[in-house]
């Protein structure tokens, strides 16, 4: 799935040029925490866009980010820490390396 097929499901929680590169094993993963992301209270959601999900140089699942501190608070970076963890983990299962 490339970043504007995300972007037509997820709107404007993901970049419409955000990079996309996983395995198609780990896209549920990847859904799951789009939508938890979507779900956010407003207040956090409204701060934050996804520019990328590739793997990292271990080969994990990695989200980029965007977002701001100025406005979102050590909270709402753990909320979103912890959507984009268990994606991670969820992927580990599922792992090609």
Not at 32 to 47: C, K
Not at 64 to 75: D, E, H
Request: with cysteine; hydrophobic share 45%.
């Amino acid at each position: 799935m490339t970043g504007p097929e995300l972007n037509n499901l997820y709107g404007a929680m993901i970049s419409a040029d955000a990079r996309v590169d996983v395995p198609d094993a780990w896209m549920p993963a990847v859904h799951e925490a789009m939508q938890a992301l979507v779900d956010l209270p407003t207040e956090v959601r409204a701060y934050i866009i996804v520019v990328g999900i590739d793997t990292d140089a271990e080969g994990c699942l990695r989200f980029s980010t965007v977002g701001s501190t100025q406005v979102l608070t050590p909270r709402n970076l753990a909320m979103i820490r912890e959507i984009t963890d268990r994606a991670v983990v969820a992927t580990r299962k599922r792992s090609f390396h």
